[in-house]
């Protein structure tokens, strides 16, 4: 070997070392960035069901830089963005205009919209596959994903949470919120070790279900086996409200980025600052957790204040439900006009965050 090879052979050695210490500081720091940032901000509903429900859509009203930039007057961080199974697969004959290579190039163009403007992203996987008639379903009865099911199912769960994470896997200011709301306990009778097994580990631990059930520990190894170590929420049980037996029941995560994901309705059974203390302060004593929804459905904002003020005393992140502009009981929704008007609901929310130093 020659002088002058060996000489570049060294070089190229060293610019390999420090390109790697770069990337890998670089993905360290967007880590500790989004861990320890304290999320205030929106969700914003309509992906997951504008695609299935009339097929003459993907969002339910609009998502370009003038709505983001009304999003932002609230001093918001995060936005929460709903998804479709059917839709981002491509699969169960939905309007292809809005489904398939449609429905995911018109996310992703969102998600990048929002990252461009500064804002965190949370990817929830709302609406999902299974054939389910039991308790807590309503009057959906459809395979296809039409409306929030119990549980994830075995067969395309998954395989959206594969494509989505390989998708969005570089940017780790994207979140996976793994399932919006779980209610087996619904399903089996059960809000026990019966209903935690199902929750994380689906198959034969779920009695009652119509469908092979993916669990909580399924959804995380597929984002994890791409290479993906964004952050993941987890949901608890009683559509994510329950996290009682959080702690117990985690799934096993190798890239040990995990958060509780928690959803807080006046409605919901924990809906006093009891229980807040009781089941979600020791958990946000040893994991990140995020509300992924809140609010209340009485046109008022008592609930949503009390709320808040603990959450801030916790430094627990959390977001609104919803940026859409239906009414401030059946949404609830935040706001009358994408101008971002407050409803009598959402005038709580605006007004809680401006008073926000921006983090």
Known sequence: MSLKISGLFLFLCAFALVSSKVTKNRKTLQRAITAGKHFRGVNRSGAEFKCVQNGFGVFDGPVDNASIAAMKT????????????????????????????????AVIAF????????????????????LYSGPGQGSCYDEAAKCQKPMPDKKNSPKFWQWVAKQFMDDEGIIFDLFNEPFPDRAMNS??????????????????????????????????????????????????????????????????????????????????????????????????????????????????????????SKYISYLGWTWNTWDCFSGPSLIMDYDGSPTAYGIGLKEHLQKQIKD
Request: aromatic content about 12%.
């Open 111 to 130: 998600v990048n919209r929002l990252r461009e403007n500064n804002l965190t992203v949370i990817l929830d996987l709302h609406w999902t596959d299974g």
């Open 74 to 105: 609230w001093n918001i961080n995060i936005v929460r963005v709903p998804l479709n199974e059917d839709c981002w697969l491509g699969i169960h004959n939905h309007n292809p205009a809005f489904s398939g290579a449609n429905y995911r190039r």
């Open 191 to 312: 809000t026990g070790t019966a209903a935690w097994q199902c929750w994380r580990n689906g198959g034969d631990a779920c009695s009652g279900f119509q469908y092979e059930v993916a669990g909580m520990q399924d959804l995380l190894d597929a984002v994890r086996g791409v290479g993906a170590r964004n952050l993941v929420m987890v949901g608890g049980l009683a559509w994510s409200n329950d996290l009682s037996q959080w702690m117990t029941y985690v799934p096993t995560d190798a890239a040990n980025n995990i958060a509780a994901s928690w959803h807080s309705y006046n409605f919901n059974y924990c809906n006093n600052t009891a229980c807040w203390e009781s089941e979600i302060a020791p958990i946000a004593a040893r994991y990140p957790v995020i509300v992924g929804e809140t609010g209340e459905n009485d046109c008022d904002h008592t609930y949503v204040d009390e709320l808040m003020n603990w959450l801030d």
